[in-house]
């Protein structure tokens, strides 16, 4: 059963009613490492999780109630499509992924 969109405003507007004048920042789990090329399978920090639905690492979630126009912000990694991150130029294949799309 998926949960709803709405569902994780809700909660996140019901964290940020609590909060008072505060920033809350919330940072996704890293990836682990296996061996020197292998890596585990990928589990999001609950928390992170709980307020984003965001399933992918190296992102970041702030939440600023009193901010006039951005209330949540999430911050990801950008798709490199095109392999502008790799040193011979050629793209490595990582998987589907939600990342703004670069290149």
Known sequence: MMIAQQE???RRELLMSKMGK?????????????HNDVEYVYRQ???FFYLTAFNESEAVAILAPNHD??????????????????????SCW????K?????
């Open 22 to 34: 505060g920033v809350a920042i919330f940072r996704s789990a890293p990836m682990a490492v296996m």
């Open 8 to 10: 994780y405003a809700q």
């Open 69 to 90: 126009e951005h209330r949540f912000i999430l911050f990801v990694q950008p798709k490199d499509l095109f392999g502008e991150g790799n040193l011979d130029g050629l």
């Open 99 to 103: 990342g703004a799309l670069r290149g």
């Open 94 to 97: 990582g998987g589907w992924g």
């Open 45 to 47: 920090d609950s928390d």
